[in-house]
């Protein structure tokens, strides 16, 4: 473990951590997961918890992650793309949506104040939804071939799980545009810098006292790298290969014990 990485890790203020891959696999922490999260609490570090999966609420997320990782993960340290769809819905002065997503989807944009219209929505908003039927995509793909526009959480096609892969979003969002000849407004989670531009405005941190970890050099590296933000790849998820894309990370790690072993154990 370079010098370097400890370095530039010093001086930052806010940690952006992907979750699904690089904090955890499955239901099983990654090496270390648990003591790096509570290494940045004892330097007084600030951190998120990233993930694109709508299909949980943030209360189920926090309670999901808390108890994966042994650590009390906290709501308001989530960074979930229904959180940024939240945002982008009322940046926009959308007043009423269709929400196609699980039951628990629905209520957290109630509880942000968003009213929901099954016929009259002035948008339709497409997230991971496990309880999806064929007649909730006739209703969706009337309303938007009759003018409606869209949104989608996040773009992802498979979502990892225990047993390999369930389809995710993305299959979803093929079936819309097929049935349609339609394209989204906007993805809204990552790889989309809205994301990490959220996460700086939540936290209040510039980008240049940010770092963001993650497993995909396509979704979490690309954003870094557009944003400008220094950023480390874990080789715990997807990536087996750091070079395999066009994507560059600052630093590669192998887990978060490589940190671990050199940093904060003064
Ligand atoms: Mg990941």
Redesign the pocket.
């Given at each position: 473990m370079s010098e370097a990485i400890l370095k530039a890790l010093e001086e930052k203020e806010l940690f952006i951590i992907?979750?699904?891959?690089?904090l955890y696999v499955g239901n099983t922490p990654t090496p270390k997961a648990r003591e790096f999260l509570k290494l940045l609490d004892k330097m007084g570090k600030k951190h998120m918890i990233m993930t694109n999966n709508s299909s949980y609420s943030t209360y189920q997320h926090a309670a999901r992650m808390s108890r994966i990782l042994g650590y009390r993960v906290r709501r308001s340290g989530l960074l979930v793309s229904t959180n940024v769809a939240v945002k982008y819905i009322k940046d926009n002065g959308f007043k009423s949506v269709h929400a196609l997503g699980v039951p628990a989807f629905k209520d957290e944009l109630k509880r942000n104040g968003i009213k929901l219209s099954l016929n009259y929505p002035e948008l339709v908003v497409i997230a991971f939804d496990k309880t999806l039927t064929y007649r909730k995509l006739s209703i969706i793909t009337k309303l938007i071939m009759d003018g409606i526009p869209y949104i989608a959480t996040h773009p992802d096609i498979l979502c990892p799980v225990n047993a390999g892969y369930i389809p995710d979003i993305g299959a979803i969002l093929a079936f819309v545009k097929t049935a349609t000849g339609k394209e989204p407004q906007a993805i809204v989670g990552k790889p989309n810098r809205m994301m990490v531009d959220y996460a700086l405005t939540i936290a209040g941190t510039g980008v240049e006292r940010s770092v963001l970890f993650?497993?995909?050099l396509y979704?979490?590296i690309k954003m870094a790298n557009e944003v400008g933000m220094t950023s480390v790849l874990v080789l715990t998820?997807?990536t087996k290969n750091p070079n395999e894309g066009k994507y560059r990370p600052d630093f590669v790690i192998n887990t978060f014990k490589d940190i671990l072993t050199n940093w904060g154990s003064d």
């Open positions: 992907d979750a699904d891959g690089t993650g497993d995909r979704t979490d998820g997807e």
